[in-house]
């Protein structure tokens, strides 16, 4: 076990916040009511608010003005501060809740206690611009704003209470597009930290950091972030700014801090109740864990996210159990992942979310297929394929089309797989928001047309070719003419399918895929091999074979194959040298792999043997250019 996942399964064991939850202090209940807050929970903000408020009753004295009263500790008291963060927080929530009335009591009530403690700027300040202070203000509120700020500098007002004018100006600017608007937002940081208006500061920190990571500035809002993680803020703020963190590390390139970053915002939002937080930070720690192939930690962050989604009740919670299972199907966790997967499935059926399942089932499916249950497999997608096509899902329902056919191709049935990617391109055709779809039908039918012997797939084929020309998709432009060359030897055009072949090989350096070039001169020199042209396919075989040194899978291939043709020219002291070179390949690649290999008593981190007749690239000897994933048949769309 690692030791993130040793650490998220301690996050997912911590108590869960108490719904009914009474603090003690009015301090507790202003934690309590941030927290309510970040949840959009804000009835539940409103009502620990006022508890707090009313907590501190006893700490007022009499106020001329409304009977509540200076703070009986004087104007820097902590109980001062408490209540009117408590009040800031009635006023901000009641003003998103429409609830206007209380939120202009909540700010007049504030403006009472500024007043009796001396704070007089500030007060004349907020009872100038009213609840615009307690809201994002609009584009349209700029003069109110700039007059404002023009009256109380005249006046005399410090530097912090200019602030909270200076504030949403620049807020203003920068939401419409003012880079430079930051420079203002970093003042006004700086201004509430001189006056001692630690929460302000943290407020104006928090945007800050937002909008520096937004313009790639990512050390700036680092530096932001890590300065309000200094002040003294409530655990969802923290949260947040440490997923803006956990961002910004990720945009740096620093995978590690990135991750701890979001196990710190996920643990705090876990402690502060904020699920939806907690779920996006749980989806970040996975989406890391993954990536780093801690398969362990990436179910385990999902496992949390699904938790939160279930306990906060929220509709996208299906969504979230989908991600649990393709995690499990990527660890191949298959069993686990078919059970998540299948109930799943059935649920959504059962609401009537019939694309929603459809989803479902296509993950599914990859799950079943990867247990050799090629039959449920095909059913499932048949059915996801029913589900979009009832959904008006055309570009869906032709890609569930793919999958069915491209299994049925597997199946070593040319003819099995042609309604479901002649269906495929009749959905593809059809569909109008996802032109992606087209061009991969196309590519697929044309194919297995032309394997089932019909030189229709010819023609089908060029049109695919022809949009991947036209959209300028080098790696596309080259596959689908690797395609064509296969299918041009299919239907016995033997002197064609060669330059197709070397063509497709040129473009795939094109698009920097040198296993993609090696694998297409292979066939090449098979075909040349094939047809009385020994002289060509031993110059093209040991060209293949100095270029692909470094690929053992195509090292392998091309000397073994330059050993056949040798050997049918009648030279078998030039084919046994070519053959033990091919061997030696074999071994060196092994002896590389055993000292490699992790101890008994450990787990390789990828369960990919190298070994060239194993891996992805790996040739079969009988055929030296089609491996277990040959070039030009179908993609299955494997979910991740």
């Known amino acids: ?125 907020e009872e100038h611009l009213g609840g615009l202070l307690f809201r994002e203000p609009r584009p349209e509120e700029t003069a109110i704003l700039q007059a404002a700020l023009a009256t109380h500098a005249a006046s005399g007002a410090h530097a912090d209470v200019l602030a909270d004018a200076r504030l949403p100006l620049a807020v203003v600017r920068f939401e419409g597009g003012d880079e430079s608007a930051l420079e203002e937002l970093q003042r006004c940081a700086d201004d509430y930290r001189d006056g001692g208006r630690a929460e302000s500061e943290a407020g104006a920190l928090l945007y800050l950091a937002h909008g520096f990571a937004k313009h790639g500035r990512q050390p700036e809002a680092i530096e932001a972030a890590d300065r309000l993680l200094a002040l003294r803020t409530n655990q969802a703020m923290r949260a947040a700014i440490w997923m803006v963190k956990a961002s910004c590390h990720h945009e740096l390139g620093h995978p590690v801090e990135a991750e701890g970053c979001a196990v710190e915002a996920l643990e705090l939002y876990s402690a502060s109740g904020v699920r939806r937080g907690a779920i996006s930070a749980a989806a970040l720690v996975a989406n890391f864990a993954s990536a780093d192939l801690d398969q362990d930690a990436a179910i385990t962050a999902w496992r949390i996210a699904v938790e939160q989604a279930e306990r906060g009740e929220f509709e996208e919670t299906w969504a979230i159990r989908l991600a649990l299972g393709n995690q499990l199907l990527e660890a191949e966790e298959f069993l686990l992942a078919e059970e998540v997967l299948e109930s799943l499935a059935q649920l959504l059926e059962a609401r009537g979310r019939e694309d929603d399942a459809a989803r479902t089932l296509m993950s599914l499916g990859h799950c079943l297929r990867h247990q050799d249950r090629e039959v449920d497999a095909l059913q499932v997608w048949e059915k996801a394929a029913a589900g979009f096509e009832a959904s008006g899902l055309a570009g869906d329902a032709a890609r569930a089309h793919l999958s069915a056919g491209t299994l049925l191709s597997d199946a070593e049935d040319p003819g099995a797989c042609l309604a479901h990617f002649s269906r495929a391109t009749e959905l593809a055709r059809a569909c109008e928001d996802d032109p992606t779809v087209l061009p991969v039908a196309l590519h697929a039918y044309g194919h297995a047309l032309s394997e089932s012997g019909d030189p229709t797939g010819l023609v089908i084929l060029a049109e695919a070719i022809e949009l991947a020309d036209d959209d300028g998709a080098d790696w596309h432009q080259a596959d689908f003419r690797d395609t064509r060359a296969r299918s041009l030897w299919a239907l016995g055009y033997p002197t064609e399918a060669v330059a197709a072949a070397l063509e497709a090989a040129d473009l795939f350096r094109v698009a920097e895929d040198s296993d993609g070039a090696g694998n297409a001169e292979l066939f090449a020199a098979h075909v040349l091999s094939q047809t009385d042209r020994g002289d060509e396919a031993i110059q093209l075989y040991r060209l293949i074979a100095a270029e692909h040194r470094q690929s053992v899978a195509h090292f392998y291939a091309a000397q073994r194959g330059l050993s056949e043709v040798l050997t049918t020219l009648g030279l078998p002291v030039q084919a046994k040298e070519a053959a033990d070179l091919a061997n030696r390949a074999l071994v060196e690649a092994q002896e590389t792999y055993d000292r490699d290999e992790p101890e008994d008593d450990e787990e390789p981190r990828d369960g990919n043997d190298p070994a060239p007749t194993t891996g992805a690239n790996a040739t079969d000897p009988e055929d030296p250019v089609e491996g277990p994933d040959p070039q030009g048949t179908p993609e299955d769309p494997e979910p991740g």
């Open 1 to 125: 076990m690692s030791a993130l996942t040793q650490r998220l399964q301690e996050i997912s064991g911590m108590p869960q916040p108490d719904p009914l939850a009474s603090p003690a202090t009015a301090h507790g209940w202003l934690e309590l009511a941030y927290d309510r807050a970040y949840s959009e929970d804000h009835p539940g903000a409103a009502r620990a608010a006022a508890a707090g408020l009313d907590l501190l009753r006893p700490l007022l004295a009499g106020a001329p003005a409304t009977g509540e009263g200076v703070c009986a500790t004087g104007e820097d008291s902590p109980a001062l501060e408490t209540a009117l963060s408590l009040l800031g927080v009635l006023a901000s929530v009641q003003q998103l809740d429409g609830n206007i009335s209380d939120a202009e009591e909540a700010a007049a009530r504030r403006i009472v206690l500024l007043r009796s403690a001396g704070r007089t700027h500030q007060a004349d300040l």
